[in-house]
T-cell receptor, first 113, second 110 residues
Framework: GENVEQHPSTLSVQEGDSAVIKCTYS??????FPWYKQELGKGPQLIID?????GEKKDQRIAVTLNKTAKHFSLHITETQPEDSAVYFC????????????FGKGTTLSVSS | DGGITQSPKYLFRKEGQNVTLSCEQN?????MYWYRQDPGQGLRLIYY???????QKGDIAEGYSVSREKKESFPLTVTSAQKNPTAFYLC?????????FGPGTRLTVT
């Protein structure tokens, strides 16, 4: 079955710096890769996703890149702000209807002002 | 106002009691999921359902049960057989692979 590894587990940056979180997956059949942001005591929020027919996707300060050959994908946050502080999860899925996502263990991002 | 609702937000139970967590969605999504989250851990899949009246076990189904009698509802029962039930429980629903989460229920069993 699918296995998703996420690094680093914690990341501290200064406001305005960039942050990068990396994930690797094991199942070459996976073709959908979402990223979630979870604030303390709340449910995860889908912030960006990428499908395997695309190499990069950007939404304002957030971008995701996918390397299918190497089976890894990354989340890039530019111009970080204190409100970006949260736990970020990557996930992978074969994207068949109703198939459950396999999640990484999360990265705690702290942005200090 | 569409979304996924979970109730209650906080739930306290005595050891040995069964407890049912509610999850409702008005997004018309076919698939629904239950995850468990422990401090510093990722999300672990308990059960999921792709259609009404059908559901499958996830990675940690022991001590839990579910039902899917309506498309909108996917309640989770934490039974007395679950050895470590204290956790944060998250419900989700999905369409075309995109999964959306509810606000969660924090269950404390003493």
């Amino acid at each position: 079955g699918e296995n998703v590894e996420q690094h680093p587990s914690t990341l501290s940056v200064q406001e305005g710096d960039s942050a990068v979180i990396k994930c690797t997956y094991s199942d070459s059949a996976s073709n959908y890769f979402p990223w979630y942001k979870q604030e303390l005591g709340k449910g995860p929020q889908l912030i960006i996703d990428i499908r395997s027919n695309v190499g990069e996707k950007k939404d304002q300060r957030i971008a995701v890149t996918l390397n299918k050959t190497a089976k890894h994908f990354s989340l890039h946050i530019t111009e970080t702000q204190p409100e970006d502080s949260a736990v970020y999860f990557c996930a992978a899925s074969p994207n068949q209807a109703g198939t459950a996502l396999i999640f990484g263990k999360g990265t705690t991002l702290s942005v200090s002002s | 106002d569409g979304g996924i609702t979970q109730s209650p937000k906080y739930l306290f139970r005595k050891e040995g009691q069964n407890v049912t967590l509610s999850c409702e969605q008005n997004l018309n999504h076919d698939a629904m999921y239950w995850y468990r989250q422990d401090p510093g851990q990722g999300l672990r899949l308990i059960y999921y359902s792709q259609i009404v009246n059908d559901f499958q076990k996830g990675d940690i189904a022991e001590g839990y049960s579910v039902s899917r009698e309506k498309k909108e509802s996917f309640p989770l029962t934490v039974t007395s057989a679950q050895k470590n039930p204290t956790a944060f429980y998250l419900c989700a629903s999905s369409i075309k692979g995109e999964q959306y989460f509810g606000p969660g229920t924090r269950l404390t069993v003493t």
